[in-house]
């Protein structure tokens, strides 16, 4: 089933002009369901009703064994005989239409005959124990969790418990929510025949719940159908604007989109890479969103182009050719081969520009990556089965695990760390609001899934969980970022994180967490720790107390005795020479000097600000050079965020690289973070360099420079 086509119980038709395998006929369910009914089967073959669903399962798994497949028939075609649908069709062809989806899009076996049975224990006499004798412990953990999701309320007044109970049931096998998802796509075929307010009340479900979760599963094929059927009922008159786009564009006579695929066909041809070339339609709720983005529609707005491979060097291999050959849009261009996204989608996007100025984009991927983005976690088969030889053959042994990929494995996390159900439950739609995610990177290489709009609190919960109640700050991109920090595609952002057990996360966190995982873990820990969390005052107390210990030290004078500074030699026989204290020079300093009142000579690093002052007021400069002393006195700025102990940490570490304290001071704490100024003997100038960076790695400092101040006494 391809997510962009639209089938004849869809809303409207969608002309699909690009070259296509020959596809199977229509399969009229009404016809075959009254015919299984009336109809004798025998047990030596399979009963024609379903013969279809045995074709498109052999399609995808060629040596599948179809007795079960018979017997969930037989059950199931005998338990609900004499039920009814609303349409007035055998509620038989319900199951029947449902195992169909499924079996297009790659399903295995044992979820094909759980489909089946998906509605015996709920309507019917059939008990779960009879479905586990007949059929195993696993089709019985199957239709029992689809049974019990079939009596969740997804509505705004859900009930929280129930629902976690059933998700997290649903989320040990996602294979449960595969039938749900399929379920739902052919009730939403069919509920031309209920109410007005009822189509509208379950479209409204179905948007707000179920077709994110089928984003989040990766089953493209059912999410953009169940999107245009929702568009269809909740926005009628939009729905027949875009129609009538979808169906104006498709009598034109001009095609971009035809004429970039044969241009695209001959460059790879010519290149000698085998690749299917495509034209994949946009579908509905796709062009009003791009009607809405761009204005008025250009031929190439109604499709994009897919290019199908069969290795992941050959994807490279055609972007290399087509941004060689055609005229590519480099800024179009995203590598999800290479950072798949959270719900294993990989592809790789680009777009050349059309010789009128039209820009078709394109998706590159190998065949087992198409399948994949149309079929998610469905296309990866029975989750307790071994590797295939196949699988085997090629590396794949480390497939990701259908029955816990990123999102859901995390959802799993996130109702274990919830401290109430409805904390769970509003957090989890808040998470389902998200239709877009970001991947930011770690410093080590390393990458994180976050939903648009995350920000550093995000990255730190995603990165180390609880433990990032200890962060105190964060890098973006190698500058310091506030928490609060909203991340963008693309950024490296590391989490600064204290040693001291104590710290704790901060109620303002709230504010800027919007992932789950962020949220829940902070509100677990305030929950815990009633009257606590405020982060900012705890960082203030211990500033201030660090303050108060460093100001009983008398700061010195700058004329103060120096004890063994590093001495510079000035060009002027008995002037007294000082160094400077807005830029605290030190060997190996390039220096300059000035005279001043007294007979002094004040000396200042070259690149000192007073320098330029000085000679813009006519003051002479006086030649200098360092002395043979090694010794210096150096003034050192440490920008940090307030914790307790640090104080003791910094002057620990300056005391193990040799230097001694001659003055420091620390500034009251602004927004938690907290501005230290030292004022240092060295026993050797050559050690400085060390001397910062053991300043730097204390945890909570993130930046220490050399002293700069502003003057205009000389």
């Known amino acids: 089933?391809?997510?962009?086509?639209?089938?004849?119980?869809?809303?409207?038709?969608?002309?699909?002009?690009?070259?296509?395998?020959k596809a199977r006929p229509r399969i009229d369910l009404r016809r075959l369901g009254r015919a299984a009914l009336l109809g004798p089967t025998t047990r030596d073959r399979l009963p024609d009703a379903i013969g279809h669903v045995a074709e498109a399962h052999r399609a995808h798994h060629p040596d599948a064994d179809l007795e079960p497949l018979r017997r969930a028939w037989v059950l199931a075609e005998s338990s609900h005989r004499g039920q009814m649908r609303k349409s007035g069709e055998p509620y038989i062809t319900h199951p029947l239409a449902v195992t169909l989806i499924l079996a297009e899009l790659g399903a295995e076996t044992t979820t094909l005959t759980a489909s089946l049975l998906h509605d015996t224990v709920e309507d019917t006499e059939v008990t779960l124990d009879q479905v586990g004798e007949e059929f195993g412990a696993e089709v019985r953990y199957l239709v029992d969790g689809v049974t019990k999701l079939e009596k969740v309320d997804y509505g705004a007044a859900a009930e929280p418990e129930t629902f976690r109970k059933m998700l997290v049931a649903t989320g040990s096998d996602v294979r449960v929510m595969s039938i749900k998802l399929a379920d739902r796509l052919h009730n939403m075929r069919t509920l031309g025949v209920m109410r007005p307010e009822k189509q509208a009340r379950i479209a409204k479900v179905t948007r707000d719940v179920l077709i994110p979760l089928?984003?989040?599963?990766?089953?493209?094929?059912?999410?953009?159908?169940?999107?245009?059927?929702?568009?269809?009922?909740?926005?009628?008159?939009?729905?027949?604007?875009?129609?009538?786009?979808?169906?104006?564009?498709?009598?034109?006579?001009?095609?971009?989109?035809?004429?970039?695929?044969?241009?695209?066909?001959?460059?790879?041809?010519?290149?000698?890479?085998?690749?299917?070339?495509?034209?994949?339609?946009?579908?509905?709720?796709?062009?009003?969103?791009?009607?809405?983005?761009?204005?008025?529609?250009?031929?190439?707005?109604?499709?994009?182009?897919?290019?199908?491979?069969?290795?992941?060097?050959?994807?490279?291999?055609?972007?290399?050719?087509?941004?060689?050959?055609?005229?590519?849009?480099?800024?179009?261009?995203?590598?999800?081969?290479?950072?798949?996204?959270?719900?294993?989608?990989?592809?790789?996007?680009?777009?050349?520009?059309?010789?009128?100025?039209?820009?078709?984009?394109?998706?590159?991927?190998?065949?087992?990556?198409?399948k994949v983005a149309e079929a998610g976690v469905i296309a990866l088969g029975n989750p307790y089965a071994p590797p295939s030889e196949e699988q085997q053959a090629t590396g794949d042994g480390e497939r990701a695990d259908p029955t816990r990929p990123g999102w859901l494995s995390r959802l799993l996390d996130w109702q274990e760390g919830a401290p109430d159900p409805d904390t769970f439950w509003s957090t989890l739609r808040e998470d389902l609001a998200q239709d877009r995610e970001i991947t930011v990177f770690r410093p080590d290489g390393g990458t994180l899934g976050l939903p648009d709009g995350a920000t550093c609190v995000d990255a730190a919960y995603a990165q180390y969980g609880e433990d990032a109640h200890a962060c105190i700050g964060a890098r973006v991109n190698g500058r310091l970022a506030t928490l609060s920090t909203v991340l963008r595609d693309g950024d490296t952002v590391?989490?600064?994180?204290?040693?001291?057990?104590?710290?704790?996360?901060?109620?303002?966190?709230?504010?800027?967490?919007?992932?789950?995982?962020?949220?829940?873990?902070?509100?677990?820990?305030?929950?815990?720790?009633?009257?606590?969390?405020?982060?900012?005052?705890?960082?203030?107390?211990?500033?201030?107390q660090d303050t108060q210990t460093v100001r009983s030290?008398?700061?010195a004078a700058e004329d103060a005795p120096a004890g063994n500074p590093a001495t510079p030699v000035?060009?002027?026989?008995?002037?007294?020479?000082?160094?400077?204290?807005?830029?605290?020079?030190?060997?190996?300093?390039?220096?300059?000097?000035?005279?001043?009142?007294?007979?002094?000579?004040?000396?200042?690093?070259?690149?000192?600000?007073?320098?330029?002052?000085?000679?813009?007021?006519?003051?002479?400069?006086?030649?200098?050079?360092?002395?043979?002393?090694?010794?210096?006195?150096?003034?050192?700025?440490?920008?940090?965020?307030?914790?307790?102990?640090?104080?003791?940490?910094l002057t620990e570490a300056m005391a193990l690289e040799g230097a001694e304290i001659v003055s420091a001071t620390v500034e009251p704490p602004s927004q938690q973070r907290v501005r230290h100024t030292y004022t240092l003997q060295l026993p050797d100038a050559a050690h400085l360099p060390a001397l910062m960076r053991a300043m730097r790695n204390v945890p909570g400092v993130y930046d220490v420079s050399r002293a700069q101040h502003h003057t205009t006494a000389f």
């Open 553 to 555: 030290a008398p700061p």
């Open 494 to 544: 590391q989490p600064l994180m204290g040693q001291d057990p104590a710290s704790e996360p901060s109620r303002e966190w709230l504010e800027h967490a919007h992932t789950p995982a962020a949220r829940i873990a902070i509100q677990r820990w305030l929950a815990a720790h009633p009257g606590s969390g405020d982060a900012e005052g705890t960082e203030a107390d211990a500033a201030a």
């Open 214 to 370: 089928a984003e989040r599963l990766g089953v493209q094929a059912l999410k953009t159908e169940l999107e245009d059927l929702v568009f269809a009922i909740l926005h009628p008159e939009e729905y027949d604007h875009t129609r009538e786009l979808i169906v104006d564009n498709a009598s034109r006579a001009d095609d971009p989109l035809a004429e970039v695929t044969d241009e695209v066909r001959t460059v790879l041809r010519d290149a000698d890479i085998q690749a299917e070339v495509l034209i994949r339609p946009r579908h509905f709720v796709s062009v009003h969103r791009v009607a809405r983005k761009r204005g008025r529609l250009r031929g190439a707005d109604f499709g994009r182009l897919l290019v199908l491979v069969n290795e992941d060097a050959d994807c490279y291999g055609v972007l290399g050719e087509l941004h060689t050959c055609l005229k590519p849009v480099v800024s179009e261009f995203k590598d999800f081969i290479a950072v798949p996204k959270f719900n294993l989608y990989q592809s790789l996007h680009t777009a050349v520009a059309h010789t009128d100025g039209q820009v078709v984009e394109v998706l590159i991927r190998t065949h087992q990556m198409h």
């Open 570 to 649: 000035v060009d002027q026989p008995g002037a007294t020479v000082r160094l400077a204290g807005c830029c605290t020079p030190v060997p190996p300093d390039e220096v300059t000097g000035f005279s001043v009142r007294g007979g002094v000579v004040t000396v200042h690093r070259v690149e000192c600000s007073a320098v330029a002052h000085m000679k813009s007021v006519g003051r002479a400069e006086v030649g200098v050079r360092w002395g043979d002393t090694t010794e210096c006195r150096v003034t050192l700025v440490a920008e940090s965020f307030g914790r307790p102990h640090l104080l003791a940490d």
């Open 1 to 21: 089933m391809s997510a962009e086509a639209t089938n004849p119980a869809s809303p409207g038709p969608v002309t699909n002009t690009a070259p296509r395998r």
